[in-house]
């Protein structure tokens, strides 16, 4: 299936947002999925990650502030955001890996925090 992400918007720094990544249908065992975010002009960089086993990987740039989880859907992933900076708009994508296959990418949404 391929993914479909929700929750990005518009925030003030310091606020908060969720944002969720669903693979739909759902029909690929991954072995892991998370969050990578593109700002403009720059490159695609990871966020957040997390395995199958629970595990995960943070930018140092979000730990304490961030937390992904997964939900009780199957390919269901979630990343709440806290302490929101102006630094931390960008355009943000869920992508889905399965070792020894390509990555899958959702189309992105978009974070703006304001000052």
């Known amino acids: 299936g391929r993914l479909v992400e929700s929750g990005g918007g518009s925030v003030q720094a310091g606020g908060s947002l969720k944002l969720s990544c669903a693979e739909s249908p759902s029909r690929t065992t991954f072995d892991g999925m998370g969050w990578y975010r593109q700002a403009p002009g720059n490159q695609r960089e990871l966020v957040a990650f997390?395995?199958?086993?629970?595990?995960?990987n943070y930018a140092d740039s979000v730990k304490g502030r961030f937390t992904i989880y997964k939900e009780r859907n199957r390919n269901t992933v979630s990343l709440q955001m806290n302490s929101l900076r102006p630094e931390d708009s960008a355009v943000y994508f869920c992508?889905?890996?399965?070792?020894?296959?390509?990555?899958?990418w959702g189309r992105g949404t978009r974070v703006s925090v304001s000052s």
């Open positions: 992508c889905a890996r399965q070792y020894g296959s390509p990555d899958s």
């Open positions: 997390i395995f199958t086993r629970g595990d995960t």
